[in-house]
């Protein structure tokens, strides 16, 4: 039997990308779905498709989030997992034509994307500890983060969007050891390349030249395939506090 059949999950930018196939797999395993996101209009449409609940949430915001989550315990009671899926990718070097990467830009992509994934991890993980067990072992809930291979790899401008990633790899150990004791693991997934409205956006022509920059499979990953990872990860009791890249062996070239 799923322990997870009939759980409560929140699944932050689960309006589109990553997140909706997030929400898509996890609602087609029975689980109850609560997803977070700015985007009003869509959020409510896959909401309603997958018979669960919207909240607009800014991450980054953390009265936003506290908001959204006492509305899913309100409504549907504790949140048992977690995927952090909401993010933006800035673009800036450095110096570029001899002026300073905006410091803005490089804020807000460490607001959204870094300490929008903490915000909502910290208030979630509040409320599960609360919980009872859910097996002999004492878990109480799963949290999945999202990073990048610009983590590891960073392109040339993608200094802000490679420090936001790099930080959430570098909170997953600390994360875990921190909930340990309360039954909740924590794990970070880091795509690679994958069919995202981002780049479902260029050209297929372009397209195809950045699939063919993968090892093996030699494409672009599919949103599927990111999620059936997070479902692994709620299966497998062993999987903790670990970063798993996900991206057919590829390692970012500079440019």
């Given at each position: ?21 997030s929400?898509?797999?996890l ?23 997958l018979d669960g609940?919207?909240?607009?949430v ?9 908001a ?17 899926c ?7 070097k450095?110096?570029s034509?001899g002026k300073?990467?905006?410091?803005e ?6 607001r959204?994307?870094?300490?929008g ?8 993980a509040?409320?599960t500890?609360g ?18 291979v ?16 790099g930080?959430i ?9 921190d ?11 880091a ?8 780049l ?13 920059q ?6 672009l ?24 890249r996900?991206?057919g ?7």
């Open positions: 039997m799923d322990m997870w059949n009939g759980q409560i999950a929140i699944v932050t930018g689960g309006s589109s990308g990553l997140g909706a196939a929400a898509i797999a609602a087609e395993r029975g689980i109850r779905l609560a997803i977070f996101d700015i985007n009003e209009e869509a959020g409510k449409a896959k909401a309603a498709a609940m919207f909240c607009k800014d991450v980054a915001d953390p009265s936003s989030v506290m959204g989550i006492d509305a899913v315990v309100a409504k549907m009671g504790i949140p048992r997992i977690l995927v952090n909401a993010g933006i990718g800035p673009i800036g450095t110096v034509r300073p990467h905006d410091p830009v490089f804020a807000n992509g460490i959204i994307n870094l300490i994934t903490f915000n909502c991890a910290s208030q979630v509040a409320r500890v919980s009872d067990p859910l097996d002999e072992d004492g878990a109480r809930g799963v949290i999945v983060n999202t990073a990048s610009a983590a590891f790899d960073g392109q040339i401008g993608q200094i802000a969007y490679a420090a936001s990633k930080g790899v570098g909170m997953t150990l600390p994360m875990a050891r909930l340990a004791d309360k039954g909740i693991r924590v794990c970070t997934i795509p690679g390349l994958f069919l995202t409205p981002l479902e956006a260029l050209p297929q022509d372009v397209q195809d030249s950045l699939g063919e993968v090892p093996f499979p030699s494409r990953g599919q949103a599927d395939e990111y999620s059936s990872l997070v479902c692994h990860i709620l299966d497998n009791k062993m999987l903790n506090a670990e970063v798993i996900l991206d062996g590829i390692r970012m070239a500079p440019r």
